[in-house]
């Protein structure tokens, strides 16, 4: 049996997705949730791939950077779509999240209040409801939105729409 290890700090962050897939797939893992105090020396050890976190440890081999993470669980547990177009389906959906993701980090870290004002602002007026209407217009083309974003089941994605 695969013995899987998920590291992170303590909270959701970018290992939630991860988390998600294995509870969808019913896989057990190991939930590694680490303080901050406890990074450095991590960081440091060369067990993460790319000094970075989550880490996934497959039978003591590691996988850095989260959306690698998440694909490599989905392949593995089946949720990553059936055939070729639906994991191109399921990977257009899920970077469509990743791309949102990565605006609001621009305006949720920013310290000038002015620029995060604005930045904020162009997230919640043009960017968010672009990609989200996108989004919704696919999860409607498959089965009238009655069901799953790809295919007739839960894929990857669909943990980013969380």
Same mark, same amino acid.
């Given at each position: ?21 294995? &509870?969808?797939? /019913? ?23 790319? /000094? ?7 039978? /003591? ?6 959306? &690698? ?38 305006? &949720? ?18 960017? &968010? ?14 089965? /009238? ?18």
């Amino acid at each position: 049996m695969v013995k899987y290890t998920l590291t992170y700090f303590e909270g959701r962050g970018r290992a939630e997705v991860s988390r998600l897939i294995f &509870a969808a797939a /019913g896989v057990k893992y190991e939930d590694v949730r680490i303080g901050f105090d406890k990074w450095p020396a991590l960081k440091t050890s060369g067990r993460c791939p790319f /000094g970075t976190l989550p880490l996934l440890e497959v039978d /003591g081999k590691a996988i850095g950077q989260s959306f &690698a993470v998440a694909r490599f669980l989905a392949n593995e547990t089946g949720l990553a779509g059936k055939t070729n177009y639906e994991k191109a389906q399921v990977d257009m959906i899920a970077y469509a999240f990743k791309d949102l993701g990565d605006e609001m980090v621009k305006f &949720a870290f920013e310290s000038d209040e002015a620029k995060k004002a604005e930045l904020t602002k162009k997230f919640l007026t043009e960017i &968010a409801p672009k990609t989200l209407s996108a989004v919704e217009k696919l999860l409607e083309a498959n089965n /009238g939105g009655k069901g799953f974003f790809v295919g007739k089941e839960v894929s990857e994605c669909c943990m980013f729409a969380k």
